[in-house]
């Protein structure tokens, strides 16, 4: 009787424990079966074949319609990034079809992709940055701008100013891009920005004709015979830091007909066109005795 009470309870154990391993097994791929990114990544690399393909792969499961992993989404990115300037015509496609929303994020993994080059520019990757200052949200045109002043793409000149006139906000970085892209056709959009004072930024922008210089030089000392003071004093200060002596007649034009407006500004002119009048003459001095 003690016996069979004693197989009885083993039997039923053993039933329980066979259980519980077959619902564990059931229950596993539940809580460990689903792939991390690192896996759905691989998975898409090895579906999609070449390497373009892989790079348009990767830029859908970066940028999705509906982001339901942010990690999967962080590491195809960061794994696109990595393809250099192989990766750089998804990206650049990708700036037509993400949301707005995602358009930053698109410019900045174009720029990561960018620091793994070592030879020369990607073709693709210039007209990229310019593509999302065209179409790009406030945000991504921040991440763009710089980028094509720094490589001096003059190409984008005009997609520059519209930003500036689209959005104010961008105005300050798209003056100062135009600065750094030393090309004198932007001389009409700054001098407007200028006299009209457009976003405040008249310095600003007399400034950039200012160091541009040659041609752009023209709008300043017209200004330094305008109605408005304001304009005036702008453009003395802006010309003053870089002026030569070619220059001279504005100065000393400027210094005789408003002697009395600002006194350290015209002083600063003053002392500017006495300087250079000295240099002339001792150049003329050098050629002559030559």
């Known amino acids: ?41 691989e998975q898409a690399l090895r579906q999609a074949g070449s390497i373009p393909a892989q790079a348009e792969a990767l830029a859908r499961l970066a940028w999705p319609a509906e982001e339901k992993d942010p990690a999967l989404a962080a590491f195809a990115r960061d794994k696109l990034g990595g393809f250099g300037m192989h990766g750089m ?11 707005p ?25 210039l007209p990229a ?28 000149l005009l997609t520059l100013m519209d930003a500036g006139l689209e959005d104010p906000e961008l105005l300050p970085l798209v003056i100062e891009a135009l ?22 930024q008249r310095q600003a922008a007399a400034d950039a004709l200012g160091r541009i210089g040659e041609r752009a030089r023209v709008p300043l000392k017209a200004a330094l015979r ?38 350290e500004l015209v002083r600063a002119v003053r002392e500017r066109a006495e300087a250079l009048e000295r240099q002339a003459v001792g150049q003329a001095s050098e050629g002559s005795g030559s």
Not at 17 to 22: F, K, Q, R
Not at 190 to 200: A, D, K
Not at 239 to 260: G, N, T
């Open 179 to 200: 600065e750094q892209l030393r090309d004198d056709r932007a001389r009409f959009f700054l001098e407007r920005v200028m006299r009209e004072n457009l976003g405040g």
């Open 226 to 263: 305008a109605e408005d003071p304001a304009l005036r004093i702008a453009a003395a200060r802006a010309l003053v830091a870089v002026a030569s002596v070619d220059d001279l007649p504005a100065l000393f034009e400027y210094v005789y007909r408003y002697p009395d407006e600002d006194p």
């Open 129 to 156: 940055l310019e593509e999302a200052v065209w179409f790009g949200t406030r945000e991504a045109r921040r991440l763009a701008i710089p980028e094509l002043a720094r490589l001096g793409y003059q190409s984008a």
């Open 89 to 99: 015509k998804a990206i650049r496609r990708a700036i037509q079809w993400v949301k």
């Open 1 to 41: 009787m003690g016996g069979g009470t004693a197989r009885g309870a083993w039997r039923r154990c053993r039933g329980l424990w066979i259980s519980w391993v077959l619902a564990l097994a059931l229950v596993a791929p539940a809580f460990g079966g689903e792939s991390s990114p690192e896996e759905i990544v």
């Open 101 to 125: 929303e995602q358009q930053a994020s698109v410019v900045a993994t174009l720029l990561q992709a960018f620091r793994w080059v070592t030879a020369d520019i990607p073709p693709d990757y």
